[in-house]
């Protein structure tokens, strides 16, 4: 088993992963909690740790392990990713997004695929078949986009996330739901239509928040994966081990 410690702009998870690949149990908290990883590492026969955290500074968190007795990795630029990376910027590529592929390749290695998280933000992450990652897109989430509206506007309302009746609103509140969630939707459709234009087959994921959300609602057939993330970053783990001095 390994422990994933996956630490976001406003919680931390922790997820013990079987030997198959299975989150056999999931811990959120606030801030990171040195007290929960030393009950998890009691608890669980683990074999290896790996830290991701786009908050904190890796010095700032390397003490907490000290003396642990378990091989830990961090997740930084000098880790080996699976797969080729053709995004310009690498060092700007965020850690989701990098998991997210990740993830996509234990499910549906040799097929390509568009990875879509929907978070905070709605990313989009395509690699091919043959394993080079070609970036993707990124664009405002739901809540984004409802809080957005009503901060640059004078008068309109922030509204509740709620699936409308029709997509054409008849009242101010129904309007900003219709545009917002139909919005994304039109969205995310376009974006695997355009994706299978130009590649052919593809395989579509999606993980994040509002997955159950939007997934229901999207054309193509997808496999939605809430723990793609944790999945991905377990796959950087194992593909890291056999090189960590």
Known sequence: MNLIIDQGNTSTKYAVVSVQGQVVHKTITPNFDTAVVKQLVQNHPLRAILVSSVRHDYEV??????????????FDDDCRLPFTNLYATPKTLGKDRI??????????????CLVIDAGTCITYDFIDAEKNYHGGSISPGLEMRLKAMQHFTGKLPLVSLEWPEDFTGNSTQTALQAGTVYGAVNEINGFIARYKQRHGLLQVLMCGGDTDFLAKRCESEIFAASDLVITGLNEILIYNLPHVA
């Open 61 to 74: 968190l390397k003490p907490h392990f000290e003396g642990i007795g378990i091989q830990v990795v961090f």
């Open 99 to 112: 998991a997210g592929v990740c993830g996509a390749l234990k499910y549906f290695a040799g097929q390509n």
